[in-house]
């Protein structure tokens, strides 16, 4: 890990192995059944690869645009099953969902799902989009990928999933032409039309043929202007026809014209092809037995556009068994695609036409109760989930499921993980859902509820939302106590982010309505967490009084375990001072007493201090011991949170130790980890290690690019002891080639010191004074 000269940011990047011997991704989905012509645009297609292997690619980003319904995924898909061996280090897939009645798939959470897809952890993906956008091209390099975007709206949806320089090739839909892609990028275009008649005739013969070989070409003709030639209109119609074998082809095309007439009458002004589509929409919809029917409409109402077997049938308040055969049916009526095994999602079209039947079909009473149902669901699913990923935590007493399909129940620990991480999208859009539909008190649930149930390697920024909207609920339902816990939530949910005022703002609204609604342990609690936004501002003395405050109300209350936790807060903040005799002895009984209670998290937190004790005390080989079990503790949990913070302190002890090799790898995956979960301040910290380390190793030059980098986040983040402390080590690095630098830094550094009191910052204070009282030109 070299810095050099660094003019812009600074990234950590695990490369690509030798040889590249992660995972293969295969990951196109299956190839469309009975596709037909566009032998044109095939060859277009072709066209971009030229030479006798197709070792060499004209272009590398290539959009094909057109309407709804065009057939652009298929089209790409088939060409893709075609061509995908001259890619021989897999095939990347994602549909990003720009036209679909939700949120569309962000960059963001796109490049998340290809970088796991190349075997990146979890936990080493960046949360900056630039950065994750660079970590995949790294990885992309002197490869040779096929890469699907499909269903893009924008050119900022695409932009960070291109491939740079490489052999590889994006391929992008949408109905947009994405010029932007073209001007900047280089992009080649295919606009996809209708299909011509004779085409789609013979799309609709290729799928009928089997049960209607006697079908006039002239009646199929008929039937597909009434389809105006668009391949997902003529699949719709074909199976329908096909399922009906012994109806006349004359009585078929009879009801979809006056499908097509009613539509008409009803137009708001919708083009041809629109009109057309959804007639055949509702053509195939009304040609539904009754309870498949019923199933499709509901599940417009669903708020995520994927979903489980689960979901579906406690939406329709069916059971598993029942559910799975009406699923069958609309995936055979080409309404509805299964992605996986009891997983499905729509066609973003689809989706609209099963909300809007919803809306007609179904009375406002029937629409709201399955819509409570299906979130009771995920709200007791999501409460399993969290028994398992945050088990010291308080559970909301929630009622017993009474519904036709349970709750998940999970196996362990890394089974509710799973299931968290795969409905991480839906899971965002439920208390949102829940707050629109009037359902206040389960709007509430939901957001305490996934707070403690989100996967590990999730931003904290994602819940925001749902926090927020939790808080509304509540507010509106006037549950102090609902209130109380998500303000207690959204401010350290704030404060991770290093927006210190809106934490601040959230625990003192919290700490006045517990007062007022006569709840002591719900008082400590909150000033408990605003002494731990003052620690954070290195407020040591107000800091110290807000926690003391908080252990002994806990005490006062029997919460034997929070108290604890405060006085691990203690401990810490004393250690920040500088007073290391009360610090270890808070350290040493914060430690017996998580021990006692078992409590892993809390237990890890003090030997954490007990290492940073140790070490300042040059008793290197008990801070290393100590430390090591802390790891251990955060490596068990999967807590990436705890695991980079004290990876900081494991670098400083083997930096201590001479050991510059394994320091720096420490503070490489600290910087990683505190990237992905959005923490800058942290993150600079490990920067700061890295600095420290390269000094201790003579090289200078590495060392002051890391503290710079340092010093202008803590700048940034307006943190005037950090930056103070980063000003000091980039003085140090900078001394031994160029002093006069070195005094301007420590100059810059005194006066940010002037606010601070304790014994380390007046320490710190008299050391930096005593540099610049040194003769000018002393290279010391």
């Not at 280090?89 to 490049?111: C, M």
């Not at 340092?710 to 001394?735: G, K, S, T």
Request: proline residues 5%; charged residues 25%; aromatic residues 6%.
């Amino acid at each position: 890990m070299q810095a050099g000269n660094v003019s812009g940011d600074i990234h950590f990047h695990q490369g690509p192995a030798q040889g590249h011997t992660g995972p293969t991704p295969r990951q196109l989905p299956a190839d469309v059944r009975a596709f037909v012509n566009r032998t044109d645009e095939l060859r277009q297609l072709d066209a971009i690869l030229t030479g006798q292997n197709g070792d060499r690619l004209v272009i590398s980003i290539h959009v094909v645009a057109g309407t709804a319904g065009a057939g652009k995924t298929s089209l790409v898909l088939h060409w893709a099953h075609q061509v995908k061996d001259r890619f021989p280090d897999g095939q990347l897939f994602v549909n990003l969902r720009g036209y679909d009645s939700g949120e569309p798939v962000t960059a963001e959470q796109a490049l998340r799902r290809f970088l796991r897809a190349l075997g990146v952890p979890a936990d080493h993906i960046p949360q900056d989009v630039d950065d994750a956008a660079s970590l995949y091209r790294s990885l992309l390099a002197d490869r040779r990928f096929l890469i699907l975007l499909d269903n893009a709206a924008t050119v900022s949806q695409v932009r960070p999933l291109l491939p740079g320089s490489g052999n590889s090739l994006a391929v992008v839909t949408s109905r947009n032409r994405l010029a932007g892609l073209a001007v900047r990028d280089g992009a080649r275009r295919l606009t996809l039309g209708t299909l011509p008649e004779p085409a789609a005739i013979a799309l609709l013969h290729a799928v009928t043929r089997d049960y209607r070989p006697e079908d006039d070409a002239e009646k199929l003709a008929e039937l597909a202007r009434l389809c105006a030639r668009l391949p997902l209109a003529l699949r719709i119609a074909a199976e329908r026809a096909a399922s009906h074998p012994h109806m006349r082809i004359d009585d078929l095309i009879a009801d979809l014209r006056d499908e097509s007439a009613l539509w008409d009458a009803l137009s708001t002004g919708m083009d041809e092809e629109a009109e057309a589509v959804r007639s055949v929409f509702a053509w195939s919809y009304r040609a539904l037995p009754a309870h498949s029917a019923r199933l499709f409409r509901l599940l417009g109402i669903h708020p995520g556009a994927e979903f489980s077997l689960h979901a579906a049938a406690a939406l329709a308040e069916l059971s598993l068994g029942r559910a799975r055969p009406l699923l069958d049916d609309l995936v055979g009526a080409h309404l509805l695609e299964q992605t996986a095994p009891d997983r499905f999602q729509f066609h973003d079209l689809l989706r609209a036409f099963a909300a809007d039947q919803a809306q007609s079909d179904e009375p406002p009473e029937q629409r709201s109760a399955a819509l409570q149902r299906v979130l009771d669901w995920y709200l007791l699913t999501a409460d399993a989930a969290q028994s398992w990923i945050k088990p010291a935590e308080r559970r909301a007493l929630l009622a017993p499921s009474t519904a036709a399909v349970p709750p998940v129940a999970f196996a362990d620990y890394d089974a509710a993980v799973d299931w968290s991480d795969r409905e991480h999208t839906t899971l965002l859009r439920l208390a949102p859902a829940a707050l629109s539909a009037g359902f206040d008190t389960l709007a509430c649930q939901l957001a305490e509820v996934l707070w403690n149930a989100r996967y590990p390697s999730s931003p904290v920024t994602d819940w925001l939302e749902t926090g927020r909207a939790g808080l509304v609920a509540a507010e509106r339902a006037n549950e102090s106590a609902a209130q109380i816990r998500l303000l207690s939530n959204l401010g350290m949910a704030y404060r991770q982010c290093h927006r210190l005022d809106e934490g601040l703002e959230c625990h003192q609204r919290a700490l006045e309505l517990a007062r007022m609604t006569a709840m002591p342990s719900e008082e400590a609690r909150s000033l408990n967490l605003i002494g731990l936004i003052h620690l954070e501002r290195r407020q040591l003395d107000l800091a110290a009084t807000f926690f003391e405050r908080a252990a002994a109300q806990f005490r006062d209350v029997d919460e034997h375990r929070r108290a604890a936790i405060a006085l691990s807060n203690i401990a810490s903040t004393r250690l920040d001072a500088g007073r290391l005799p009360e610090a270890e002895e808070a350290a040493e009984q914060a430690l017996a007493a998580h021990r006692a209670l078992n409590n892993q998290g809390s237990v890890g937190n003090a030997l954490y201090i007990v290492a940073e004790l140790r070490r300042e005390q040059g008793e290197l080989t008990a801070a290393q011991h100590a430390i090591e079990e802390a790891l251990d503790i955060a490596l068990n949990l999967r807590n990436h949170t705890l695991e980079g913070f004290w990876l900081i302190t494991f670098g400083d002890v083997q930096r201590a130790s001479a050991r510059y090799g394994d320091a720096l790898t420490s503070y490489q995956r600290s910087a990683k980890l505190h990237r992905r979960l959005g923490n800058r301040s942290r993150e600079a910290l490990a920067w700061r290690g890295t600095g420290q380390t390269y000094a201790a190793m003579n090289r200078h030059n590495e060392a002051a690019a890391f503290h710079r980098q340092a010093a202008a986040v803590h700048a940034e983040l307006d943190d005037a002891w950090q930056l103070a402390l980063e000003l000091d080590h980039l003085a140090a690095a900078v001394h031994p080639e160029d002093p006069e630098a070195a005094r301007v830094h420590w100059a810059e550094a005194l006066p940010l010191l002037s606010m601070y009191t304790d014994p380390r910052a007046g320490a710190v204070r008299t050391r930096i004074e005593g540099r610049l009282a040194e003769p000018p030109g002393d290279r010391g």
